[in-house]
Protein backbone atom coordinates (compact mmCIF):
# COMPACT_ATOMS: atom_id res chain seq x y z
CA UNK A 1 0.00 0.00 0.00
CA UNK A 2 2.76 2.39 0.72
CA UNK A 3 3.82 2.04 -3.20
CA UNK A 4 0.48 3.60 -3.81
CA UNK A 5 0.26 6.46 -1.20
CA UNK A 6 4.06 7.50 -1.08
CA UNK A 7 4.03 9.06 -4.57
CA UNK A 8 0.98 10.88 -4.26
CA UNK A 9 1.27 12.66 -0.83
CA UNK A 10 2.88 16.06 -2.20
CA UNK A 11 0.51 16.09 -4.35
CA UNK A 12 -2.33 15.30 -1.55
CA UNK A 13 -0.51 18.34 0.22
CA UNK A 14 -0.90 20.98 -3.04
CA UNK A 15 -4.43 20.14 -3.40
CA UNK A 16 -4.60 20.94 0.56
CA UNK A 17 -2.97 24.49 0.61
CA UNK A 18 -4.64 25.41 -2.41
CA UNK A 19 -5.92 29.38 -1.20
CA UNK A 20 -8.90 30.05 -2.61
CA UNK A 21 -11.33 27.19 -1.66
CA UNK A 22 -9.83 28.04 2.07
CA UNK A 23 -10.88 31.65 1.87
CA UNK A 24 -14.17 30.81 0.18
CA UNK A 25 -15.16 27.93 3.14
CA UNK A 26 -14.12 30.49 6.24
CA UNK A 27 -16.42 33.60 4.88
CA UNK A 28 -19.02 30.45 4.37
CA UNK A 29 -18.76 29.17 7.82
CA UNK A 30 -18.65 33.31 8.92
CA UNK A 31 -22.52 33.76 7.41
CA UNK A 32 -25.57 33.65 8.94
CA UNK A 33 -26.15 30.13 8.10
CA UNK A 34 -22.75 28.95 8.54
CA UNK A 35 -22.78 25.66 9.55
CA UNK A 36 -25.60 24.41 6.98
CA UNK A 37 -23.82 26.28 4.11
CA UNK A 38 -20.73 24.81 5.75
CA UNK A 39 -21.37 21.28 5.88
CA UNK A 40 -22.52 21.10 2.32
CA UNK A 41 -19.21 23.07 1.05
CA UNK A 42 -17.25 19.92 2.99
CA UNK A 43 -19.57 17.03 1.35
CA UNK A 44 -19.54 19.17 -2.26
CA UNK A 45 -15.72 19.22 -1.68
CA UNK A 46 -15.47 15.19 -0.90
CA UNK A 47 -17.37 14.75 -3.64
CA UNK A 48 -15.79 16.56 -6.40
CA UNK A 49 -12.57 15.22 -5.49
CA UNK A 50 -13.66 11.81 -5.06
CA UNK A 51 -15.01 12.09 -8.65
CA UNK A 52 -12.09 13.34 -10.04
CA UNK A 53 -9.98 11.05 -8.09
CA UNK A 54 -12.21 8.24 -9.43
CA UNK A 55 -12.28 9.17 -12.87
CA UNK A 56 -8.64 9.28 -13.18
CA UNK A 57 -7.68 6.27 -11.12
CA UNK A 58 -10.13 4.24 -13.26
CA UNK A 59 -8.47 5.12 -16.34
CA UNK A 60 -5.20 4.83 -15.28
CA UNK A 61 -5.43 1.14 -13.99
CA UNK A 62 -7.12 0.07 -17.36
CA UNK A 63 -4.30 1.33 -19.67
CA UNK A 64 -1.79 0.09 -17.18
CA UNK A 65 -0.35 -3.03 -18.70
CA UNK A 66 -0.15 -6.60 -17.84
CA UNK A 67 3.72 -7.36 -17.91
CA UNK A 68 5.39 -3.95 -17.89
CA UNK A 69 6.17 -0.55 -16.55
CA UNK A 70 3.42 1.81 -18.38
CA UNK A 71 5.22 4.98 -19.55
CA UNK A 72 1.57 6.76 -19.72
CA UNK A 73 2.01 8.55 -16.18
CA UNK A 74 5.54 9.99 -16.78
CA UNK A 75 4.29 11.30 -19.79
CA UNK A 76 1.12 12.57 -17.35
CA UNK A 77 3.43 14.10 -15.24
CA UNK A 78 5.85 15.64 -17.86
CA UNK A 79 2.60 17.33 -19.11
CA UNK A 80 1.12 17.95 -15.57
CA UNK A 81 4.74 19.55 -14.38
CA UNK A 82 4.76 21.65 -17.63
CA UNK A 83 1.23 23.20 -16.86
CA UNK A 84 2.40 24.20 -13.03
CA UNK A 85 5.49 25.68 -13.87
CA UNK A 86 3.30 28.06 -16.64
CA UNK A 87 0.90 28.54 -13.66
CA UNK A 88 3.64 29.25 -11.66
CA UNK A 89 5.18 31.75 -13.69
CA UNK A 90 1.67 32.97 -14.52
CA UNK A 91 0.86 33.83 -10.70
CA UNK A 92 4.33 35.76 -10.39
CA UNK A 93 3.53 37.88 -13.26
CA UNK A 94 -0.24 38.74 -12.40
CA UNK A 95 1.32 38.94 -8.48
CA UNK A 96 -0.09 42.27 -6.53
CA UNK A 97 2.23 45.01 -6.67
CA UNK A 98 3.21 47.21 -3.21
CA UNK A 99 0.61 49.85 -2.84
CA UNK A 100 -1.92 48.09 -5.10
CA UNK A 101 -4.89 45.76 -4.13
CA UNK A 102 -6.75 43.29 -5.98
CA UNK A 103 -9.83 43.34 -5.80
CA UNK A 104 -11.37 39.62 -5.00
CA UNK A 105 -13.17 37.47 -7.61
CA UNK A 106 -17.16 38.69 -7.96
CA UNK A 107 -19.09 35.39 -6.51
CA UNK A 108 -16.48 35.56 -3.39
CA UNK A 109 -18.21 38.99 -2.62
CA UNK A 110 -21.45 37.07 -2.57
CA UNK A 111 -20.73 33.95 -1.08
CA UNK A 112 -22.73 34.95 2.27
CA UNK A 113 -25.74 34.48 0.57
CA UNK A 114 -25.57 31.37 -0.95
CA UNK A 115 -28.10 28.67 -0.34
CA UNK A 116 -26.35 25.01 0.59
CA UNK A 117 -27.14 23.48 -2.94
CA UNK A 118 -24.78 26.17 -4.77
CA UNK A 119 -22.82 25.85 -1.38
CA UNK A 120 -22.03 22.49 -2.26
CA UNK A 121 -22.01 23.34 -6.03
CA UNK A 122 -19.45 26.19 -5.44
CA UNK A 123 -17.13 23.45 -4.08
CA UNK A 124 -17.47 20.76 -6.92
CA UNK A 125 -16.61 23.78 -9.14
CA UNK A 126 -13.82 24.97 -7.26
CA UNK A 127 -11.93 21.25 -7.31
CA UNK A 128 -12.65 20.79 -11.31
CA UNK A 129 -12.26 24.78 -12.55
CA UNK A 130 -8.93 25.38 -10.20
CA UNK A 131 -5.78 24.37 -11.81
CA UNK A 132 -4.15 24.47 -8.50
CA UNK A 133 -6.29 22.05 -7.35
CA UNK A 134 -7.42 19.96 -10.12
CA UNK A 135 -3.62 19.36 -11.71
CA UNK A 136 -2.54 17.85 -8.52
CA UNK A 137 -5.87 15.87 -7.56
CA UNK A 138 -5.04 14.55 -11.02
CA UNK A 139 -1.22 13.96 -10.94
CA UNK A 140 -1.88 12.27 -7.25
CA UNK A 141 -4.24 10.31 -9.00
CA UNK A 142 -2.39 8.94 -11.54
CA UNK A 143 0.37 8.11 -8.93
CA UNK A 144 -1.92 5.51 -7.56
CA UNK A 145 -3.46 4.03 -10.80
CA UNK A 146 0.31 3.39 -12.02
CA UNK A 147 1.76 1.90 -8.32
CA UNK A 148 1.74 -1.77 -8.59
CA UNK A 149 -0.43 -2.98 -6.00
CA UNK A 150 -4.30 -4.29 -5.82
CA UNK A 151 -7.43 -2.95 -6.47
CA UNK A 152 -8.13 -2.65 -2.94
CA UNK A 153 -4.73 -1.17 -2.07
CA UNK A 154 -5.40 1.60 -4.65
CA UNK A 155 -8.80 2.24 -3.01
CA UNK A 156 -7.59 2.90 0.14
CA UNK A 157 -4.86 5.21 -1.43
CA UNK A 158 -7.63 7.45 -3.30
CA UNK A 159 -9.41 7.30 0.00
CA UNK A 160 -6.26 9.08 1.81
CA UNK A 161 -5.67 11.09 -1.10
CA UNK A 162 -9.33 12.63 -1.24
CA UNK A 163 -8.86 12.88 2.84
CA UNK A 164 -5.64 14.70 3.28
CA UNK A 165 -6.60 17.16 -0.10
CA UNK A 166 -9.91 17.87 1.86
CA UNK A 167 -8.27 19.15 5.23
CA UNK A 168 -8.32 23.00 3.89
CA UNK A 169 -12.29 22.76 4.45
CA UNK A 170 -12.54 19.93 7.33
CA UNK A 171 -9.77 21.48 9.62
CA UNK A 172 -11.31 25.15 9.31
CA UNK A 173 -15.24 23.22 9.92
CA UNK A 174 -13.83 21.03 12.69
CA UNK A 175 -13.03 24.23 14.30
CA UNK A 176 -16.24 26.08 13.62
CA UNK A 177 -17.95 23.18 15.44
CA UNK A 178 -16.48 24.40 18.84
CA UNK A 179 -18.65 27.35 18.25
CA UNK A 180 -16.21 29.27 21.16
CA UNK A 181 -14.71 32.37 21.49
CA UNK A 182 -11.36 31.39 20.91
CA UNK A 183 -12.26 29.11 17.54
CA UNK A 184 -13.64 32.17 16.16
CA UNK A 185 -10.94 34.17 16.96
CA UNK A 186 -8.17 30.70 15.52
CA UNK A 187 -10.84 31.22 12.15
CA UNK A 188 -10.06 34.91 11.70
CA UNK A 189 -6.50 34.65 11.93
CA UNK A 190 -6.25 31.92 9.48
CA UNK A 191 -8.31 34.28 7.23
CA UNK A 192 -6.33 36.63 7.61
CA UNK A 193 -3.31 34.82 7.16
CA UNK A 194 -4.40 33.24 3.75
CA UNK A 195 -5.83 36.41 2.72
CA UNK A 196 -2.51 37.67 2.89
CA UNK A 197 0.50 35.04 1.61
CA UNK A 198 -2.38 33.77 -1.07
CA UNK A 199 -0.01 35.30 -3.70
CA UNK A 200 3.04 33.59 -2.36
CA UNK A 201 1.56 30.53 -1.88
CA UNK A 202 0.05 30.51 -5.26
CA UNK A 203 3.69 31.09 -7.11
CA UNK A 204 5.31 28.11 -4.36
CA UNK A 205 3.03 25.26 -4.28
CA UNK A 206 2.84 25.05 -8.33
CA UNK A 207 6.42 25.61 -8.70
CA UNK A 208 7.60 22.95 -6.16
CA UNK A 209 5.02 20.51 -7.39
CA UNK A 210 5.70 21.24 -10.66
CA UNK A 211 9.10 20.49 -10.39
CA UNK A 212 8.59 17.23 -8.52
CA UNK A 213 6.48 16.61 -11.17
CA UNK A 214 8.72 17.04 -14.30
CA UNK A 215 11.74 15.13 -12.15
CA UNK A 216 9.87 11.73 -11.82
CA UNK A 217 8.36 11.83 -15.27
CA UNK A 218 12.54 12.46 -16.47
CA UNK A 219 13.14 9.58 -13.80
CA UNK A 220 10.17 7.16 -15.43
CA UNK A 221 11.54 8.20 -19.38
CA UNK A 222 15.03 7.47 -19.20
Known amino acids: MGEAIGPMLASAVAVALSPLPLIAVLLILASPRGRTNGIAFTIGWLLGLSAVAGAVLAAGT???????TPTWPSWLKLA????????????????PRPGRVTAPPVWLLSIDRLSAARSAGLAAVLVVARPTTLVPAVGGAASIAAAPTGG????????VLVLLGSLGTLVPFAVHLRADDRAWHSLGELRAWTATHNAAIMVAVPLLLGAEYLGAAVSGLT
Not at 62 to 68: D, E, K, V
Not at 87 to 94: G, N
Not at 152 to 158: D, P, R
Open 62 to 68: ALNPARA
Open 80 to 95: LGTVLLLLAARQWHER
Open 152 to 159: GEKAVAAA
